[in-house]
């Protein structure tokens, strides 16, 4: 079915001038030298669901160093980066695109990095995730725009199922289990019914995943145009908690992000992340930390949420905006953020918001060279001062640098 299939009017349909001429010139420098090359994955995909198309994925059979300088050289464009495993990227016309040389992959052990062989695009095409990501388009040799669907990815695009290719697929990358579902929810697809058997199956396997490429799977799933359905799966199919066992102690996960949504207008990938670190204890989030091979700013804002959550069980409506200024400030804005979403008790929520939208903000209007000007020594004594006017500010005792000063010369009066 697929052989008769041409997508050349399509491509030059959807792709921007740039891209076209791009796709051009990568067909014309592959024919140059006699190298047949395609257009891969994610690219057709979308092509077919007259979707925007983002990144350009292109495999040649055989040597990809000269494909890239020629087609680099012709362009004006650089060959930013390639390595022993034959993989190339090429900046031209202001885009980044990626070059590889059609393999074969085989894995020795689950989650091991495959073992990779030079193959033709047929290999290529079965050694990837689901059907639906296993489909190339031909530029070079004529005719160019042919489909090559040899896994029915087609059929599965109409269908609306997301399938993996064998029942091995998510133990030789479990990374795959993250992948299906986001994919499952972004285009509005079911997992095929074997697949989700396979991926219940194989929730395991997620062991064998190194903290980096989780974490990086992760991320990709909070920069997701829509994360939350993706994240409601993870949390109901029992991912999150495979990825680290006390997540799934908590059931509520999913209500959790309704109102992460409800409290917060223009959520970010760290309030996603603040949002996951939320139910556990301190030791627990030290053990997601280590698992997902968090950086510093990661690690921070995990352990920013779980102080702030602790820290609202003794905020009351007594504690004043300066108390609770001192406990929130130098922690991270997403945590105070997420805390104060996810709170339960009307007075911390309401204290949490303020800091977070007014009082994290305000500082004296006099700096430490005023009151130095003021007859103050250099020396801890100005930073006392500094904080009891943030004091004043926070309560709403003072409005000017007038009053400031006035606050000044009678605490130096004081005995
Ligand atoms: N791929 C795979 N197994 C993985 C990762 C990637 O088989 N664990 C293959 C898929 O064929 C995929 C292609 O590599 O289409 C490119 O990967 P990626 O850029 O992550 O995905 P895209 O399909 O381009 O999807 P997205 O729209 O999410 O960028």
Redesign the pocket.
Same mark, same amino acid.
């Given at each position: 079915m697929s052989d008769s299939v041409n997508l050349k009017a399509k491509l030059e349909a959807h792709l921007s001038p740039d891209q076209v001429t791009l796709l051009r010139e990568a067909a014309s420098a592959a024919r140059s030298l006699s190298r047949p090359l395609y257009l #891969? +994955? +994610? #690219?057709v995909? =979308?092509l077919l669901m007259d979707q925007p198309i983002? *990144?350009i *994925?292109l495999v040649v059979e055989g040597d990809v160093t000269l494909l890239a300088r020629t087609l680099a050289e012709n362009l004006s464009g650089d060959v930013v980066a390639h390595s022993q495993f034959n993989t190339a990227k090429v900046d031209i016309l202001g885009q980044s695109i990626d070059i590889v040389t059609a393999r074969h992959e085989t894995y020795r052990r689950p989650g091991a990095l495959p073992t990779v062989k030079p193959g033709d695009i047929q290999d290529d095409l079965r050694?990837? =995730?689901?059907t639906i990501?296993?489909m190339a388009v031909r530029l070079s040799p004529e005719p160019s725009g042919k489909l090559l669907d040899p896994l029915d990815g087609r059929r599965d695009l109409s269908a609306k199922l997301v399938r993996v290719l064998h029942p091995g697929s998510f133990r030789d =990358?479990a990374?795959?289990i993250l &992948?299906a579902l &986001?994919?499952e929810q972004?285009l509005h697809f079911r997992l095929e019914q074997d697949t989700a058997v396979l991926l219940r199956r194989d929730l395991s396997m997620l062991d064998t995943i190194g903290g980096h490429r989780l974490r990086r799977e992760l991320a990709?799933t909070f920069h997701e145009r829509e994360p939350r359905p993706i994240l409601a799966r993870l949390a109901h199919l029992g991912v999150l908690g495979s990825l680290h066992p006390p997540l799934a102690r908590n059931r509520d996960m999913e209500s959790m992000l309704a109102r992460l949504h409800h409290g917060i207008p223009r959520l970010q990938l760290l309030h996603y992340l603040a949002w996951l670190a939320y139910p556990l204890r301190p030791a627990e989030a030290e053990g997601l930390i280590a698992r997902l091979a968090m950086p510093k700013r990661w690690a921070a804002v995990v352990r920013d949420t779980v102080s702030t959550r602790h820290f609202a069980t003794e905020l009351t409506s007594s504690a004043s905006p300066a108390a609770v200024y001192r406990r929130l400030s130098g922690l991270s804005l997403e945590a105070v953020q997420v805390a104060a979403a996810l709170e339960t008790n009307g007075a911390a929520r309401e204290s949490m918001t303020r800091y977070a939208e007014e009082w994290r903000k305000v500082r004296p209007l006099l700096t430490g060279q005023d009151i130095v000007k003021l007859g103050v020594a250099q020396g801890p004594q100005v930073g006392e001062l500094l904080d009891l006017l943030l004091e004043a500010r926070l309560k709403g005792g003072t409005t000017t640098r007038a009053e400031e000063r006035a606050l000044v010369r009678q605490r130096l009066e004081e005995p």
């Open positions: #891969v +994955g +994610g #690219v995909r =979308d983002q *990144d *994925d050694r990837r =995730d689901f990501n296993a =990358d990374t795959r &992948r &986001r994919y972004r990709l």
